[in-house]
């Protein structure tokens, strides 16, 4: 592991309205497999080659969560999401960058700063590439989905030891009748299932934060313990 700079950042909440939040990061070269797990175990998340976690002092309201894949089943509904969505394909490959994943992006995020008020600032291929597709390792892959030719969805997700950490879905708005982004959960799980991974990192759950908190939805899921330090043992319940 290369550290290439570790740092604390005061900002206001990105989850809870009037509220501060402090964030350590860590900016790390090469992560390798190991590092990531280590770091995933303990309440971090990963966008390209930086690594972060909340440590506000007073608020706990962020909750690391993972689904326990042995123990999960599919609903009804689950199982009417899968086969209503039974024609898109998917591809599974190391995270790429092409106009294809800048427009769709863009109108994801257009689509959901009118629909539900997110913050909306247009990206860029070099923003995207530092997110999304840089410090990838011998982890990070994007999960393609298709229809026929046509780029509508993209999946970015580490594969570790144990499990799958979900990073970050966008898609089509124009197929939201197919409830892409619980089809992309399920998507996870089946093969999770599959590669006999036990868990479904989810990041954070945070109970009145409309965009994460339909996270508890998905049991038997555990949460993490406090904050452990990367020396420190992690309990998860």
Known sequence: MNLVKEFLLEDKC????????????????N???KTNQELIERGYRRFGKMYFRPICTECNECQSIKIDVDNYSFSSSAKRVIKKASQIQTYIQKPSLSQEHLDLFERYHLFMSEKKGWDYKQTDAQHYYSSFVDGYGEFGYEILYFDKDKLIGVDLVDILDDGISSIYFYYDPDYSKLSLGKFSLYNQIEFAKTAHKKWIYLGYYVQDCPSLSYKSSYKPYLTLQGRPMEDERYNWK
């Open 31 to 33: 992560a390798t497999l």
């Open 14 to 29: 990105s989850y809870l309205d009037g509220k501060q939040q402090t964030t350590h990061y860590k900016v790390i070269d």
